[in-house]
């Protein structure tokens, strides 16, 4: 099983709509996530970090699950600047990297 | 422009030849890592350093692939007799975290374009 799955889709979101999607992880000593966003063939950036709590950024808002192993994105309001790819990004207690997801590709279509 | 920095942008080689990238970190970054990405895949770990050691390699690092990081500032990766299934972006990425630390944020650079013919 690979240590962090996504859907890469892609998900196309009318303009002004709701999408949401999750990454899942397979190793339950993860204990730091981060949703990075990436533009074709350009490097991933930090959308925001992940707690436990959840949190919220503007339009975006990330949940943690610890006891299914997954965390979630949501974005409301999809503007056609959003469209990138989400990466999912796990780091594990003792594990000196970040285990990335292939992405979540979102087309907000006009 | 104080991010992570790398060269050549793009590299376009034919198989069997040797290739060398090079990352200049964030400059208080004391953590640099090695990430290669192909075309509808997530970054995968290569390897990273803490200051000038090299603390951990994958499995994805062949034989042919060795990468430095001499006086813990910038780091080399260098590829040799390329192959075709060679070809990637590979981005480097720094922050600045003790030994002890799980990783945090990281800070990607632009990456290296790498097509073997």
């Known amino acids: 099983r690979k240590e962090v799955e996504q859907d890469p889709g892609p998900f196309n979101v009318p303009e002004g709509a709701t999408v949401a999607f999750n990454c899942t992880y397979s190793?339950?000593?993860?204990?730091?996530f981060f949703w990075y966003r990436q533009d074709c063939r350009k490097e991933p950036k930090l959308l925001m970090s992940?707690?436990?709590s959840g949190n919220e950024d503007g339009r975006f808002t990330a949940q943690l699950n610890r006891a299914s192993q997954y965390i979630s994105l949501l974005i409301r309001d999809s503007k056609l600047s959003d469209s990138a790819t989400y990466l999912c990004?796990?780091?594990?207690?003792?594990?000196?990297?970040?285990?990335f997801g292939k992405g979540n590709q979102v087309v907000v279509i006009p | 422009d104080t991010g992570v920095s790398q060269d050549p942008r793009h590299k376009i080689t034919k198989r069997g030849q040797n290739v060398t990238f090079r990352c200049d970190p964030i400059?208080?970054?004391?953590?640099l890592y090695w990430y290669r990405q192909t075309l509808g895949q997530g970054p995968e770990f290569l390897t990273y350093?803490?200051?000038?050691?090299?603390?951990?390699k994958s499995r994805l690092l062949s034989d042919r692939f060795s990468a430095e990081r001499p006086k813990g500032s910038f780091s080399t990766l260098e590829i040799q007799r390329t192959e075709q299934g060679d070809s990637a972006m590979y981005l480097c990425a720094s922050n600045n975290l003790g030994v002890s630390q799980s990783t945090g944020e990281l800070f990607f650079g632009e990456g290296s374009r790498l097509t073997v013919l």
């Open positions: 190793n339950s000593a993860s204990q730091s």
């Open positions: 400059s208080e970054h004391n953590r």
């Open positions: 990004a796990v780091g594990q207690r003792g594990n000196n990297r970040l285990a």
């Open positions: 992940v707690y436990s």
């Open positions: 350093f803490q200051n000038e050691a090299q603390l951990e």
